[in-house]
């Protein structure tokens, strides 16, 4: 099955820097790769998501890059702000089914 | 807009209990799915329903079972309750856009289990 890692596992940035956050697949069927937020005693949040047949999709602050060779894919928050503080998780969906394999999470804390 | 109704949000149960949590998906989303998330843990995917029928099968203990129901709402039976219980349990469900199944999963709030 699918497995999904998730770095770094906490990040702390000041308000308006840049974060980042990767993660790689294993399996090369996967062609859907959506990201969540997840605010504390909150359902996950879908906030952006990328499917196979592109390399690069941005709404807004967010980013989210896919590289299918090397099997990773990023999420990039610009102009970071407190509310952006939250668990993120990845997660990566293959072809022969509907559940999606979700990442460890990330804790970003935006420090104002 | 509509989004994911669970019930109960909060549920507690001693050991050996049974316990029914019940989802509502967004109307129109026909597949509904079930995740469990420990402390400090990433969802971990149960099992899911579409159209009434199972179609995916994770890491569900076979204490737990599942059904989704012809108004699509459904719902996680959980028997013989063990401490590890304890943790959220997440509905999702998703959509089908013009025929075509799109992959994405909204979450409900949750149903926090307490099993003492």
């Known amino acids: 099955g699918e497995n999904v890692e998730q770095h770094p596992s906490t990040l702390s940035v000041q308000e308006g820097d840049s974060a980042v956050i990767k993660c790689t697949y294993s399996?090369?069927?996967?062609?859907?790769f959506p990201w969540y937020k997840q605010e504390l005693g909150k359902g996950p949040q879908l906030i952006i998501d990328?499917?196979?047949?592109?390399g690069e999709k941005k709404d807004q602050r967010i980013a989210v890059t896919l590289n299918k060779t090397a099997k990773h894919f990023s999420l990039h928050i610009t102009e970071t702000q407190p509310e952006d503080s939250a668990v993120y998780f990845c997660?990566?969906?293959?072809?022969?089914?509907?559940?999606?394999?979700f990442g460890s999470g990330t804790r970003l804390q935006v420090q104002p | 807009a509509a989004g994911v109704i669970q019930s109960p949000r909060h549920l507690i149960k001693e050991k050996r209990e049974t316990a029914t949590l019940k989802c509502y998906p967004i109307?129109?989303?026909?597949?509904v799915y079930w995740y469990q998330q420990g402390p400090g843990q990433d969802p971990q995917f149960l099992i899911s329903?579409?159209?009434?029928?199972?179609?995916d099968k994770g890491s569900i203990p076979d204490r737990f079972s599942a059904q989704q129901f012809s108004d699509y709402h459904s719902e996680l039976n959980m028997s013989s309750l063990e401490l590890g219980d304890s943790a959220l349990y997440f509905c999702?469900?998703?959509?089908?856009?013009?025929?075509?199944?799109?992959?994405?999963?909204?979450f409900g709030e949750g149903s926090r289990l307490t099993v003492l």
């Open positions: 999702a469900s998703s959509p089908r856009t013009g025929g075509s199944y799109t992959g994405e999963l909204f």
């Open positions: 329903f579409y159209e009434k029928m199972q179609s």
């Open positions: 109307p129109r989303h026909d597949t």
């Open positions: 399996d090369s069927a996967s062609n859907y």
């Open positions: 997660a990566a969906r293959d072809t022969g089914r509907r559940a999606l394999t």
């Open positions: 990328i499917r196979s047949n592109v």
